[in-house]
């Protein structure tokens, strides 16, 4: 069974960086698409930024020079570096990904496997 496990969350004041982590068993990032996304409190789920092979990398639009996706074949992982980070960052953040390298990267009903979830609150 595969499993996708987010880590690296916290609080942090505005300005601040962040480092999140998605690692999974039983799936290679590797030739999986792969995707961030995060859900505030009575908002609904939105996409941060998504990666494969065949599509490159896309960043929304509010996060576009400010978070960068690193993938790390060696360790099986796949970070969200963020900085400056804002308080409209704050968010329920989690990864997702999928062996179909063709969904649209960006539509989180399309990945087939999710982490837990892990919180990042920005302080104003």
């Known amino acids: 069974q595969v499993q996708v496990v987010e880590s690296g969350g916290g609080s942090v004041q505005a300005g601040g960086s962040l480092r999140l982590s998605c690692t999974a068993s039983?799936?290679?990032?590797?030739?999986?698409?792969m995707g961030w996304f995060r859900q505030a409190p009575g908002k609904e789920r939105e996409a941060v930024a998504a990666?494969?092979?065949?599509?490159?990398?896309i960043y929304a639009d509010s996060v576009r020079g400010r978070f960068t996706i690193v993938r790390d074949d060696a360790k099986n992982s796949f970070e969200l570096r963020m900085i400056r980070l804002e308080p409209e960052d704050t968010a329920m953040y989690y990864c997702a990904a999928d062996p179909r390298l063709t969904i649209p990267p960006m539509m989180s009903g399309a990945y087939s496997y999710w982490g837990q979830g892990t919180q990042v609150t920005v302080s104003s």
């Open positions: 990666h494969n092979d065949e599509r490159g990398t």
């Open positions: 039983k799936l290679t990032f590797d030739g999986h698409a």
